[in-house]
C-alpha cells in the first residue's frame, strides 16, 4: 500500500543488510496480510468497507502522532502553520491517503485481497509513464518494457488471454486501477512535504485528514456487519500490524537498503496476499492469474535497476 520516502543513509555491510532485508520483508507480509484479513471481514462477517476505513486511518493517524508527539511536537503543530503546507498535506490527506486506503479497500471486497493488491502494484509504472509525460521526454527502454509488462500483465489478469470476457468483476476492475493511481498519487504529491516534515507527521495527519473527511459520509457510529470475537481480533490485526507496524518496518529498512532495493523486495506484499487468499480463504487462483500477477510484479524489478550511466557516476 503506498510506501513512504525517507531520506536513505543505509548502511553496507552485510549485517546491516540482512536487517534491512528482514525488516521490509515484514512490513510487506504485515501490509498483505492484512489486506487477506481484510476481505475476510467484508465478505465473511459484511463489514462496511467504508466504515473500516475511517477506523483505521483515524485510528492509526492518532496513534502514529501520539507516540511520536514528544520527539515530533515542534513539526506536529508546525505544518500547520506553514501556508503551502497546510494546502499540500489535506490535498494529500483526501486524495492520497484516503484514496488509495478506499479504493484498495472497495477492490478487495468486490474481488478479493490477491488481485487488488497485484493490481495496485501497477502505481509504479503509472508513476514511470507521469514523469515522461510531464518532463516531455521519451521513455527509457526499460520503461517500455515495463509499461508493454505490466498492460500484458493486466490484460491476463483481469481476462485470463479472452478479449470476450473479463475474470474479475468490473467493480474490482476499477477500485484496482483506482488504488494504482491513487498510490502513484500518494508517492509524487508530498514529497516537498516528506523532506521538509518527516514522514511520521506528513503519513500521520495524511491519516487523520483522510479518516476525517471520509467520516463525514459515513461516520464511525454507521457500523454494519457481524462483530464477533474473530472480527475485533481481525480490526486490531489491520490497525496495528498492518498499519503502524507495516509502516515502521518498512521507514526503519531505509536507514539499511537503497530505496530501489526496498520496492524490490517490498513484493512480498502482493506474494503474501496471494497465497494466504488461496489458502486461507480457497480463493481460486489460476495459471493465468500467476502469470499476469508475475509481469505485473517484474516492473518493480525492472525499473528499479539503475542506468549504467548513472551507476558510473555514483
Not at 485510528?59 to 515542534?74: D, I, M, Q, R, T
Not at 473479463?166 to 494504482?180: E, K, M, R
Request: some cysteine; overall charge positive; proline content about 2%.
Amino acid at each position: 500500500m503506498g510506501r513512504p520516502e525517507k531520506k536513505i543513509l543505509y548502511r553496507n555491510n552485510s549485517y546491516s543488510r540482512i536487517t534491512g532485508m528482514a525488516l521490509v520483508l515484514t512490513g510487506a507480509i504485515l501490509w498483505g496480510v492484512s489486506g487477506t484479513v481484510a476481505q475476510f471481514l467484508f465478505q465473511n462477517l459484511k463489514i462496511n468497507v467504508e466504515w473500516l476505513t475511517v477506523l483505521r486511518l483515524l485510528l492509526s493517524g492518532l496513534l502514529l502522532l501520539g507516540v511520536n508527539y514528544n520527539k515530533e511536537k515542534a513539526k506536529i503543530w508546525g505544518i500547520w502553520k506553514d501556508k503551502s503546507g497546510r494546502i499540500s498535506i489535506i490535498l494529500f490527506g483526501l486524495f492520497g491517503m484516503l484514496g488509495v486506503q478506499y479504493a484498495y479497500f472497495a477492490a478487495i471486497k468486490n474481488g478479493n485481497a490477491a488481485t487488488a493488491t497485484v493490481l495496485q502494484s501497477l502505481g509504479p509504472v503509472i508513476i514511470t509513464c507521469y514523469l515522461a509525460f510531464s518532463l516531455r521526454r521519451l521513455p527509457k527502454f526499460k520503461e517500455i518494457m515495463a509499461v508493454s509488462l505490466a498492460v500484458f500483465g493486466t490484460f491476463l489478469l483481469v481476462t485470463h488471454g479472452s478479449v470476450h470476457r473479463l475474470s474479475v468483476s468490473v467493480l474490482t476492475l476499477f477500485w484496482g486501477l483506482c488504488s494504482a493511481f491513487a498510490a502513484a498519487f500518494y508517492t509524487l504529491q508530498p514529497r516537498k512535504l516528506l523532506h521538509k516534515w518527516g514522514s511520521i507527521v506528513v503519513v500521520g495527519w495524511g491519516m487523520l485528514i483522510g479518516g476525517a473527511g471520509l467520516s463525514f459520509i459515513h461516520p464511525l457510529w454507521m457500523m454494519t456487519g457481524r462483530f464477533t470475537f474473530s472480527s475485533i481480533v481481525s480490526i486490531g490485526f489491520i490497525i496495528i500490524f498492518g498499519t503502524l507496524i507495516a509502516f515502521f518496518c518498512y521507514l526503519e529498512s531505509l536507514n539499511y537498503l537503497s530505496a530501489s532495493e526496498t520496492s524490490v523486495l517490498a513484493t512480498a506484499e502482493p506474494l503474501s496476499a496471494a497465497l494466504l487468499s488461496v489458502i486461507w480463504l480457497r480463493i481460486p487462483f489460476g495459471f493465468f492469474d500467476y502469470v499476469g500477477a508475475l509481469f505485473i510484479m517484474s516492473t518493480i524489478f525492472i525499473l528499479s535497476m539503475k542506468d549504467k550511466h548513472a551507476s558510473a557516476m555514483s
